[in-house]
């Protein structure tokens, strides 16, 4: 049985026919190093100054928020354009049907209540009723030639806001001269279609004068509103005032917390960037990095961090090294059995032992590519696992097709594969060819170690937690104390009889791999009968 339990590093096993030390992390490091300290635009500046302008520049930003108001009063402005139609409408069938006392009556007392300039004109388009001469005005508007300088700077400042945000013009409210039906495109507009109408127009002062018109019965009469909304003008400025007011008192504070948060983070990113520094220049075996246990930080969990990932670089160079080494002494041995196989062609005549010679080479060649092809696939799981799109696979039916197919390739050699299924279907998200790799892996194995016309045993099962695929055979087994080495890479303990090399010694370490990788496990155990054998447990997660 062969097996490999960690594999290192996908990226790093480019290199694994080649041996490693210690130092070939180096250039990697470097590269890394360098890429972060490649000169940018903020690493001009001190930690300092970027946490004042990570923490400031938001808020500046925000301030810009002042100028963006101009779509909160847009908001107000819709929402009154619809009060003033529905309000027009209202009127418009209040007043149709009633005497004129009673139409004067009621433009009078509406006007009043909702602070609007109320006009009737007839069927002819002449003004007839004015709710402005019929009783004192229910609003004036504003004289801006005695206004203060704070007005004339939020008139200011709301003319500069319309610029920025290249609001559209608004037509200036002007009372035309004369008092006719026609001189009010609304009005006119409202008589000729028959439904009402709102017109958006400025007073001098910045405020929105909204009038609506809509028509009064069916005489051809129509009304016309008129409201100054200064009251939109003054939440716009309200909430730009307050928004101003907290961002410079935030601003203010934000400062003072950056100063403070920088001092707590600089003194000990400079101590971990010693330590990163020693670690780039090849000492990582004498640099104990700080963990900073007392901080529950941040700060602490990067120091802590970065204390494990210089724990995990260590072992990932000492894996490359120990798997750098392995691939070496794998392939030094077919190679020095073909160097002399070659070398002994020359110098024998003899046409026997010749062809021996031939086999014997032919043999190790075989060896060599079969076992460069395993070494360059245990080298790729990760990378290619990473990269791969899950797919629904039924683990029983691929189960069912490999046995087929083994079966007419002949690669059972005679033994009966007998397949249960228990539970629920035994859906899985994964890789196919991956999974597929798995099975005939573990198939291999139990063929391999079977006792002639001895059956291969293949349990499927799936409680909802998990779905489990188990191989038994009926061989020596797998003592206890071996059965996690038989997943080491190059592990490979054959059965008697078996042609030597026929296997790397890397099925089950890639198996194991590829199980790990679909977050699954790969375990050997006894038979769950107490007979003489082996299984090999796979256990995968269920489509949920």
């Known amino acids: 049985m062969a097996q490999a339990t960690a594999l290192p590093m996908a990226s790093a096993q480019q290199e694994t026919a080649k041996p490693a030390t210690g130092k070939k992390s180096e250039p990697f490091l470097q590269s890394v190093i360098q890429t972060a300290e490649r000169p940018n635009l903020f690493a001009r500046f001190s930690l300092t100054a970027r946490i004042l302008a990570v923490n400031i520049l938001p808020l500046a930003l925000l301030s810009g928020g002042l100028f963006y108001l101009d779509t909160y009063r847009t908001q107000l402005i819709d929402e009154r354009f619809k009060l003033a139609r529905i309000e027009a409408q209202i009127t418009a069938e209040a007043l149709a049907g009633v005497t004129r006392e009673r139409q004067e009556a009621l433009l009078v007392q509406i006007g009043l209540e909702q602070r609007m300039r109320m006009r009737m004109f007839d069927a002819e388009g002449r003004l007839w009723a004015d709710s402005f001469a019929l009783a004192e005005p229910a609003f004036e508007f504003e004289d801006v030639s005695d206004d203060s300088w704070e007005q004339r700077l939020a008139r200011w400042l709301d003319r500069t806001v319309d610029t920025i945000v290249s609001a559209p013009a608004v037509t200036d409210y002007v009372e035309p001269e004369g ?40 005489n051809g009469a129509t009304l016309l509103t008129v409201r100054n909304a200064v009251d939109i003008t003054e939440s716009v400025r309200a909430a730009r005032t307050a928004l101003l007011t907290s961002v410079l008192l935030v601003l203010g504070a934000s400062a003072l917390l950056s100063l403070y948060l920088a001092r707590t983070i600089v003194s000990p990113l400079q101590l971990l960037a010693s330590s990163a520094q020693k670690v780039r220049l090849g000492r990582e075996r004498d640099v104990e990095v700080p963990r900073l246990p007392e901080r529950k930080d941040e700060i602490g969990q990067l120091a802590r961090s970065v204390s494990d990932m210089t724990l995990a670089l260590r072992q990932r160079i000492d894996a490359v090294d120990s798997f750098a080494a392995d691939v070496a002494h794998e392939i030094k041995n077919p190679l020095a059995s073909l160097r002399s196989a070659v070398e002994s062609l020359p110098k024998v005549t003899d046409p026997d032992t010749r062809r021996e010679l031939e086999q014997i080479a032919t043999h190790d060649v075989r060896r060599i590519d079969r076992l460069v092809t395993e070494i360059s696939d245990a080298s790729r799981i990760d990378a290619e696992m990473s990269r791969a799109t899950l797919e629904r696979i039924d683990l029983a039916a691929l189960v069912s097709a490999i046995i087929g197919s083994r079966a007419n390739r002949f690669e059972n050699d005679d033994h009966r594969i007998e397949l249960e299924t228990r539970g629920f279907a035994p859906v899985v998200l994964g890789v196919g060819a991956r999974l597929e790799r798995v099975i005939e892996n573990l198939l291999d194995n139990a063929v391999s170690f079977s006792p002639p016309d001895a059956p291969i045993e293949v349990m499927i099962d799936n409680d909802g937690n998990c779905v489990s695929l188990t191989v038994c055979d009926h061989g020596p087994g797998i003592p206890l104390e071996q059965r996690e080495k038989v997943f080491q890479r190059f592990h490979s303990v054959r059965p008697e009889g078996e042609d030597f090399g026929n296997h790397s010694g890397l099925g089950l370490a890639i198996a194991r791999a590829i199980a790990e990788a679909h977050d699954g496990s790969l375990t050997a155990r006894g038979r769950p009968d107490g007979e003489q054998g082996a299984c090999l447990h796979l256990e995968l997660p269920p489509m949920k």
């Not at 006119?188 to 028509?215: C, F, H, M, N």
């Open 179 to 218: 008092q006719t039906a026609d001189a009010w495109p609304e009005l006119k507009q409202a008589r000729e279609e028959g439904l009402s109408q709102v017109r958006l127009y400025d007073w001098v002062d910045g405020t929105p004068v909204i009038t609506a018109a809509a028509p009064v019965g069916l």
